[in-house]
């Protein structure tokens, strides 16, 4: 008998201990594959529970576990973990307990619950002590599990040293298991870019993702999800979007949560200055991670949908965000994000009202940026010595402003463009604060300079444009100082830096794709509730193909226009007049060069524009669909008020006749000015100086023969245009709005000399590059157009919004126009309002005879409204919304 019960108890243990193995091995794969594992955990539960086997179950609900923790259901997670926790204490199985306390500190971690994590990681470690033989050391692999969760508390908790040294020592040991190794090389790599080390950073991410594409997709596509986020630190924007997208698709094929990715995500977009999008995606990280009730993660999003607040110049929000993330930090015992926040919550006080800022502030920076300073973390600690310098500056503390500018340049040398960027401002607004004029220039315009090879990487007219924002403060630094020397070529020279810089790029023509119907009109961004599939299409998507994929580094090579001086200009000007407008410290002057002098003229506040633009604008709207005789007078008297009130702030103090051939060059918010209806001569627009001088240079060259006249869909009155048209031009090739396919159309207007498109015109404010012209088998965006080099010599737009480009921080500005001249257009004609479709046709008629007649696109145009009947409301709204740009 007692033999028997001997064999089977033998026969029973070796059973259980099978299971256990496998259980453990379910354990380990469910981390790495959690779909894949889930029906194996799942029977291996109902096994187990109905053998009664203790330790195998142990194992088990320690494998479902983790399958719930990868989908962020971290309440189901910890109701397991603590089940298990319990038999494995009940039953004795004290190792079995330390490594179930090991993943519940990481679900504790993740929920934001940090001292409850820190207890479960001493009580695993002593439970793992108690149970060492004499043979066992430091390489025990669960010693190095539980050693990795330490880590990782320190480095959530901003204690970044000590967090560095037990990822090494970890790395160092012989007895670690692989998924052990690929976290911690995983999170070192993280950890070193927050101190800068770029290169090191890298090279850890790399054996992380070759070490996880054994361990199952979900841990290959986390180490991957890093390597994009050191990427984008790296400023190798365009490699981190594409490799964000294909991690993208790995999470949702496992049916992961994309909480976390959206985070980097929105740090990748903030770099490239996608300002919507980076807050649509932080936006659906925090709505996902307070879903999940993830409020670790949660915190670390909020910190960056407060600074992209900050970046749109929503200061007020910005300190509510902050606020929220002061308290939420604070439970979790998390100094470093609470010091975080309240940098932005200084930051948002400067914005609001500098008089405000209190000696606490000043502190508060302090403070926190020496405690960034000990722990490693280079870009938070420059970030925060920046915040700490401008509010003793407010403060009238000039020594600690200059003590602290200075340490934030010295730390910013060798971080990320934007935050060398940042180092540059800090030592150019400390030497200007200083007295030292000339030091505060060459700090700017070596920032400047810095900023022009970051841009020039960037494969795309749209991404450069955006980039400038980086620069804008330094742009504006440089030109208060010049301003006071008085010299209109030095002002002009420093304006042209910074003016429409990304429109001098020479970049690659792909026009096969775009004539075929790749791309496509990007949605509406500003949606945060939209689902994940939008967000994939949408910002993700479209940016991965905004970015560039497949420009190659030898076509971005190409060197950019050089910016055009006084000299140049003056031969070019054949009599005219150019007028350079910029902002300065709320502000706007002007530049003016005639073919013999050149001066500078100070117009008075930014603010004393804005109002009258925006009257005119809404009168312009009202008159384009006027409701009634009475609604058209009243609109008509408004547009005409605001008019001149526009013309005595912006012309009359720039002393010019009459005649005038004027050509002008708008900042900000001045592209929105109807230029020709200010000045009585011909008027013609640029982005920048040296954009006209470019357009004037091709308007010289021999000019294409052909002509091209095309009608859009569904717009009344546009077949009968080009019919008409075709009368002055009577060997244009002519395509009707039902055979104006993009195929057709777009390798003719590269070809063409004269192009006319008299087709709906699809504005987008948000993303002026995604604007479009309606064609017969759909809409053609401003991208594609642009890809495809569709730019003929000269070209009229005559659609609804066609010349409403749109300005950027860094005095950039991009649509239709923009894209044109950046082509080699030399002249556009286009409007920057609604255009009434039948009234136009008289003035398009009489633009064209005389462009047929051999005149530019300035005269030709002045001539042809000035044979407009503006008595009516139509005639008016044409004649004051059309404009010539460029110089053809």
């Known amino acids: 008998m007692a033999r028997r019960r001997t064999a089977a108890l033998s026969v029973d243990e070796e059973s259980a201990a099978d299971l256990v193995i496998h259980a453990r091995r379910l354990a380990d794969e469910a981390v790495a594959d959690p779909l894949t594992a889930e029906a194996g955990v799942v029977d291996l539960l109902h ?5 009664g086997a203790t330790h195998a179950l142990v194992h088990a609900l320690r494998a479902m576990a983790a399958v719930h923790r990868a989908r962020l259901e971290h309440v189901e997670a910890r109701k397991l973990l603590d089940r298990a926790a319990r038999i494995a204490r009940r039953t004795g199985r004290t190792r079995a307990e330390a490594e179930v306390l090991g993943a519940r500190a990481a679900v504790n971690l993740e929920v934001g619950r940090t ?56 790395l160092a040991l012989g007895d670690v298991s692989e998924d052990v190794r690929v976290r ?71 049916g992961l949560p994309l909480g976390e990715f959206h985070i980097e995500v929105a740090d990748a977009m903030a770099d490239l200055r996608l300002l919507p999008e980076a807050v649509s995606a932080a936006e659906l990280a925090i709505s996902q991670l307070a879903g999940a009730g993830v409020w670790l993660m949660h915190v670390e999003a909020q910190v960056r949908l407060a600074r992209l607040h900050l970046e749109r110049d929503d200061p007020r929000r910005a300190l509510e965000v902050a606020a929220d993330v002061i308290a939420r930090s604070g439970l979790q015992a998390r100094g470093a994000w609470a010091d975080r926040a309240r940098i932005l919550e200084v930051q948002a006080m400067l914005a609001i009202d500098a008089d405000g800022i209190s000696a606490r502030d000043v ?3 302090r403070r926190a ?77 070596a920032g400047l300079k810095d900023l022009a090879a970051h841009r020039g990487t960037l494969p795309t007219m749209e991404l450069r444009a955006l980039a400038s924002g ?40 792909d026009g096969d794709d775009v004539a075929l119907g790749g791309g496509g009109v990007a949605p509406a961004v500003d949606a945060p509730s939209r689902a994940l599939s939008t967000v994939l299409a949408g910002p993700l998507r479209d940016t991965t193909d905004r970015v560039g994929g497949g420009v190659t580094a030898a076509a971005l090579a190409q060197p950019a226009r ?47 524009v804005a109002d009258p633009i925006r009257a005119l604008v809404f009168a312009l709207r009202r008159l384009a669909d006027p409701r009634s005789p009475a609604s058209a007078a009243a609109a008509r008297a408004s547009a005409e008020m605001r008019l001149e009130a526009l013309r005595t702030l912006l012309l009359e103090p720039l002393d010019l006749s009459p005649d005038d051939e004027l050509a002008v060059v708008p900042v900000g918010a001045l592209h929105g000015v109807p230029w020709s209806a200010l000045h009585a001569g011909p ?144 002249g556009v004609v286009a409007s920057i309002a609604a255009v009434p479709d039948v009234e136009v046709v008289d003035l398009m008629l009489g633009l064209h005879r005389r462009l047929a007649a051999g005149e530019t696109m300035a005269r030709a145009l002045h001539g042809a409204r000035g044979e407009i009947d503006r008595s009516t409301p139509a005639g008016f709204v044409n004649w004051c919304t059309f404009s010539a740009h460029g110089a053809g």
Do not use: K
Request: hydrophobic share 45%.
């Open 115 to 170: 001292d409850a994590a820190r207890r479960d990681i001493a009580r695993a470690l002593a439970r793992l002590a108690s149970t060492r033989t004499a043979g066992a050391g430091v390489g025990d692999g669960l010693n190095a599990y539980l050693r990795l969760q330490q880590a990782v508390l320190d480095h959530n908790a901003g204690r970044l040293r000590e967090a560095e040294v037990l990822y090494r020592r970890i």
């Open 363 to 365: 502190s508060v920076a």
């Open 683 to 826: 008027v013609t627009l640029a982005p920048s100086a040296t954009a006209w001088s470019g357009a004037s240079d091709a308007s010289h060259a021999p000019r294409p023969p052909g002509t091209v006249l095309v009608a859009g869909p569904d717009l009344v009155g546009a077949e009968e245009e080009v019919d008409a048209l075709s009368q002055v031009h009577p060997s244009a090739r002519v395509f009707g709005a039902a055979d104006s396919r993009r195929a057709d159309v777009l390798p003719l207007l590269r070809q063409a000399g004269l192009a006319h498109l008299a087709c709906h015109g699809v504005p987008r404010a948000d993303n002026p590059m995604f604007s479009s012209v309606v064609l017969a088998d759909g809409p053609v965006t401003v991208q594609q157009l642009h890809r495809a080099g569709a730019a003929p010599r000269r070209l009229v737009l005559a659609s609804c919004h066609s010349g409403a480009d749109v300005a950027y921080a860094g005095d950039e500005v991009l649509g239709f126009v923009a894209a044109m001249l950046s082509r080699g257009t030399a």
């Open 369 to 445: 940026a020496s405690r960034f300073e000990r722990s490693g973390d280079v870009t938070a600690a420059a970030e925060a010595h920046v915040v700490a310098g401008r509010a003793a500056f407010a403060l009238g503390r000039t020594a600690a402003g200059h003590a602290a500018l200075q340490a934030a340049g010295r730390l910013a040398r060798r971080g990320p463009l934007p935050l060398r960027v940042r180092g540059r401002v800090a030592r150019a607004t400390s030497a200007r604060a200083s007295g030292d004029l000339p030091r505060a220039v060459r700090e700017a315009r």
């Open 562 to 608: 050089a910016t055009v001086g006084v000299g140049t200009l003056r031969q070019q000007l054949d009599g005219g007049v150019l007028v350079e407008f910029g902002r300065c410290e709320g502000r706007y002057v002007a530049v003016v060069v005639r073919q013999r002098t050149a001066n500078v003229v100070d117009l008075g506040p930014q603010s004393a």
């Open 184 to 254: 911690a090389s995983n999170n070192l790599a993280i950890l070193l870019v927050s101190r800068g080390a770029y290169d090191e950073a890298l090279d850890s991410s790399e054996r992380a993702v070759r070490a996880a594409s054994a361990l199952g997709p979900v841990t290959a596509a986390i180490a991957r999800h890093t390597r994009a986020w050191v990427a984008v630190h790296q400023g190798r924007l365009t490699d981190a979007m594409v490799e964000f997208s294909e991690v993208a698709d790995v999470y949702a094929e496992q």
């Open 47 to 51: 096994r187990a529970e109905g053998l």
């Open 470 to 509: 980086h620069g804008a403060e330094l742009g504006e630094i440089g030109l208060s100082i010049l301003l006071r020397s008085g010299s209109p070529s030095r002002v002009l020279h420093w304006m042209e830096q910074t003016r429409a810089a990304a429109l001098l790029a020479r970049l690659p023509v």
